[in-house]
């Protein structure tokens, strides 16, 4: 059974300039991505993952569909990335998704709002090749959990204690 | 039956041939290292006159192969997008009513795509442009954007221009100086 090693990454940002920027960058870095210019139809994409994963237990039939990062802005007209941040942590199939937030203003209050929401980490833009690897031991780490309890039918939340 | 003179003028026309070609191989790579020359120079200057900054450069080594078309393609987006913006921000100003808070939210966008092209000469006449709006200064804010469209339109001819000078090296089949980076400081 071959199973699709690349990873899927979700980018939110409603301007077309970074949309373009963020998605060649990662694209470099060889993940596949889809971009999106709001938290609304960012929601929506997942939206259907969710109910997905909640039928069933079986992640590879849905590979491409899966998302298993998601790099948002901040500043977004309507949903903001800390509107969409804390609407994807209080999902219940959502929330193991790591989230990333971008932002072109350093305003620390902002900061540690994101971080203590539950966000792995804040990219001051203009987002670099550099920020961007930095994303690869997010998912590993959080591939790694669903992939070892497929494997052994153990439930995640007994790995949870002893892996971690 | 051999034709000793026939045999000579194939000969010496294929050397004259092969000479040719040479040559024009040779004239082409002058013509490539030329091009690349200007090509550096030409970016070198932009930079010099504060009209881009260093992630201009990001942006040139996120082109390669798999991709040729990337730096062309952001350009041209950046342009697109800016155009609209500040016809936008003059619609605004023009009102009787000026809507502060979405001339915010306009400058605030203009800003973070310049930033991200590293037209800097633009990026930094929106910040001037943010203080006039906060300010609720309309006039000032006029200024502003003249200042703001300037810097636009001076962006906007440098970089159709670099843009050439690239396809023209792309056309004489060489390949685009690839610049190096400031170490990203973690």
């Known amino acids: ?164 | 039956m051999t034709n000793p003179t026939n045999d000579t003028t194939i000969i010496t026309t294929n050397i004259f041939k092969l000479l040719k070609e040479n040559l024009l191989t040779k004239r082409m790579s002058n013509r490539v290292t030329e091009l690349q020359k200007e090509f550096v120079y030409y970016t070198s200057s932009l930079f010099d006159q504060g009209i881009l900054n260093d992630q201009f450069n990001h942006l040139q080594l996120l082109q390669d192969e798999s991709n040729p078309e990337f730096l062309a393609e952001i350009v041209n987006l950046f342009f697109q997008d800016t155009q609209k913006l500040l016809d936008d921000l003059t619609k605004n100003l023009e009102q009787e009513n000026v809507d502060f808070l979405m001339l915010d939210k306009t400058l605030h966008h203009i800003k973070g795509s310049s930033s991200s092209i590293g037209a800097v000469g633009v990026q930094n006449a929106c910040v001037a442009f943010v203080t006039c709006s906060n300010e609720k200064n309309i006039e000032g804010c006029w200024r502003c954007l003249e200042e703001a469209r300037n810097a636009y339109n001076v962006v906007r001819s440098k970089l159709d221009t670099l843009l050439k000078i690239e396809q023209e090296i792309v056309a004489a089949g060489g390949s685009i100086p690839k610049p190096s980076v400031e170490p990203d400081e973690e």
């Open chain 1, 1 to 164: 059974m071959a199973v699709d090693t690349q990873f899927h990454v979700l980018a939110v940002d409603d301007s077309i300039v970074d949309r373009k920027l963020i998605e060649r960058l990662l694209t470099t870095s060889s993940f596949h991505v889809t971009a999106v210019d709001s938290g609304t139809k960012a929601l929506e994409l997942l939206g259907l993952q969710g109910n997905e994963t909640r039928d069933s237990h079986h992640h590879d039939h849905h590979q491409d569909a899966e998302v298993n990062l998601i790099i948002t802005d901040y500043c977004m007209p309507g949903m903001t990335g800390y509107d969409l941040l804390r609407k994807i942590k209080e999902s219940e199939s959502l929330k193991d998704i790591p989230v990333v937030i971008m932002s072109s203003e350093n305003i620390p209050a902002r900061i540690n709002r994101c971080l203590e929401e539950g966000a792995e980490e804040f990219f001051l833009k203009p987002v670099r090749l550099s920020d961007v690897d930095k994303l690869k031991p997010h998912l590993i780490r959080s591939k790694s959990k669903v992939q070892y309890s497929l494997d052994n039918k153990i439930s995640s939340y007994e790995i949870h204690d002893e892996v971690f």
